[in-house]
């Protein structure tokens, strides 16, 4: 397998102590072929300053050939990250991004792709995708698989391969994952695979659709895991099919971001693939990206004037993000003064509130403080039977009846986003 | 000028043991292990329909060993008495990601609480070793 793409140096949580520097890019990839034991090369773009640290890492992945392809200029190819685990939006902040070019040399991209691979795996960008697109012999591989969020005509020279994205607000603005599909299929890639962060993954490949869950588990970090995932497919689909491949890969990826030890992330791959768990496990999720803007979500808190809301923004824009649409019911039903309005205003709000409560399939209360109409929500929604989950970062919950009416009381965000992808999954 | 520990490229972030995530005690290597973790208390699911229940007509007392068992009940985590190898329940759905770690790693531990009230309970303490 070949794999060709820029190395990044990925700055986690710049802001926290705790953060880390790792390489990424490409070098994602290559972490799962390592841990695959598959023979795999890389033809990589970086600057000059992390060519030595990363001849020397892939030394250590047991790379069978490297070549630095290109050089990276205009750029230090830093990537920051601010929230690792994708709660939310992952924030990422490519350093210099806009004076960022890629200079390859022609002689070392003759010397790589002289051969004959079977695999090809590329990840291009637009600093990168021209130079890639004129060196790489597509006509000379088997089977080529292009990860990019590039507009299809920018690939075209990789069609007849199998296209692969991620689905983001960005990427469907303009058509959810079938329509994307659809196009690329129309564009001339013999399959288009879609990946759904955590409600798992689709292809399409002639008039079939195979779909994966996403593992449910701690998540350290979601940085290259995407990537991961396409080694990991593309290494398994010729033995597996299209549906057993995209299900072994989607537990494989969970495995890249359970850990960044690459030890212990090894350790995992040889689990599951020695035991694979099947397709439909109840340990997996799967949520369609389209299907998620209709799930009614209720946002339970005191999101009044007076009040610091800016947990309630993060929680609203994380669940955005992933295209669910929450509401907040004082954004539709205004918010009352009960000392200056009417009765009759503050009885038609109550009622507008109460009609959101019952229609709402899943119900999030965010314990900023305790607010009496939040934990009154809680409760009458738990009682009308629905989902219910207390987000509670601030540990204030201790009341048993805060702490067991609700189905899941979480307390970070990255436990919030598994909770309500977990709920909307079962619906 | 103090440093943020971030002068190396490195698959470890520099304070490792802050990194893992919460889903329990959690000690363990640098970078995070999922499976390297203790469960203080889980309730179980599907106590009241458990081959334990079915063979000694009540539920097991506090204290009795148990361990998480290698074979699946379904597509679910069985945990078993350490005695007598009898299904007493399965972890909850969230746990089904322990798949991955019961080659490398041994979970073993007791019930905490038992409960016949209004429904059969059993909540167990389960305690991470590596095989």
Not at chain 1, 36 to 63: H, K, M, N, Q
Not at chain 1, 212 to 230: K, W
Not at chain 1, 303 to 318: G, I, K, M, N, R
Not at chain 2, 62 to 71: A, I, M, N, P
């Amino acid at each position: 397998m070949l794999l060709v793409g820029q190395v990044l140096v990925d700055v986690s949580r710049p802001l926290d102590p705790d953060g880390g520097l790792r390489l990424g890019g490409v070098v994602h990839a290559a972490r799962m072929a390592w841990a695959l034991g598959i023979e795999f090369s890389v033809a990589y773009i970086a600057p000059s300053y992390i060519v030595e640290l990363t001849d020397r890492y892939l030394d250590g992945l047991g790379c069978s050939r490297y070549w630095h392809l290109g050089e990276v200029v205009g750029s230090p190819n830093v990537i920051l990250i601010p929230e690792p685990t994708e709660a939310g939006a992952q924030g990422y902040d490519l350093l210099l991004d806009n004076d960022r070019r890629v200079v390859v040399d022609k002689d070392v991209a003759v010397e790589a792709f002289r051969s004959e691979w079977s695999v090809a795996l590329v990840f291009p960008d637009r600093t990168d995708v021209e130079a890639i697109s004129t060196h790489l012999p597509t006509g000379r591989i088997e089977d080529v698989y292009v990860d990019s969020a590039l507009s299809l005509d920018q690939i075209d020279r990789f069609s007849g391969g199998t296209f692969i994205t991620s689905a983001s607000q960005d990427r469907c603005a303009n058509g959810d994952p079938p329509s994307i599909a659809s196009a690329a299929l129309s564009a001339g890639f013999t399959a288009a695979i879609v990946k759904e962060n955590r409600g798992g993954t689709r292809l399409w490949r002639g008039g079939s659709i195979a779909q994966a869950g996403a593992t449910l588990g701690p998540v350290v970090h979601s940085v290259g895991v995407g990537d991961a995932f396409d080694v990991a497919f593309a290494a398994k689909v010729e033995a597996l099919g299209d549906q057993r491949a995209l299900n072994v890969a989607s537990q494989l990826a969970w495995a890249y971001a359970s850990t960044t030890n690459p030890t212990t992330f090894q350790r995992l791959v040889t689990s599951i693939l020695a035991n694979p768990a099947e397709d439909n496990d109840s340990g997996q999720v799967t949520l369609s990206w389209e299907d998620r803007s209709a799930i009614e979500i209720y946002l339970a808190a005191p999101d009044f004037d007076w009040v610091d809301t800016s947990l309630l923004d993060t929680v609203e824009q994380a669940l955005r993000y992933h295209n669910f649409s929450p509401t907040r019911p004082i954004r539709v039903n205004g918010q009352v003064d009960p000392r200056r309005d009417s009765a009759a205003h503050l009885r038609t709000t109550f009622a507008a509130d109460m009609e959101l409560v019952e229609r709402c399939d899943i119900l999030i209360a965010v314990l900023l403080h305790d607010d009496p109409g939040t934990i009154a929500e809680l409760g009458w929604a738990a009682a009308r039977g629905k989902r219910v989950v207390l987000y509670d970062p601030m540990h204030r919950a201790e009341n048993l009846m805060l702490t067991h009416l609700p189905d899941d009381v979480v307390r970070t965000a990255n436990e919030l986003t598994a909770a309500v992808y977990r709920h909307a999954s079962a619906l | 000028m103090g440093s943020s520990g971030r002068d190396r490229i490195s698959d470890y972030p520099p304070n490792a043991r802050d990194a893992l995530p919460a889903a329990g005690s959690a000690d363990g290597p640098a970078g995070g292990d999922p499976c390297a973790v203790d469960f203080d208390e889980v309730e179980l699911e599907d106590v009241a329909n458990s081959e334990y229940l079915a063979v000694h007509g009540s539920l097991p007392p506090r204290g009795t060993e148990v361990e998480l068992s290698g074979d699946l009940h379904g597509s679910r985590l069985a945990i078993v008495t350490v005695a007598g190898g009898e299904r007493i329940g399965v972890l909850p759905v969230r746990l089904n990601y322990l798949r991955a770690c019961v080659e490398h790693n041994h979970y073993v531990g007791n019930v905490t609480t038992v409960s016949t009230s209004q429904l059969s309970a059993v909540w167990v303490h389960l305690r991470q070793e590596q095989r």
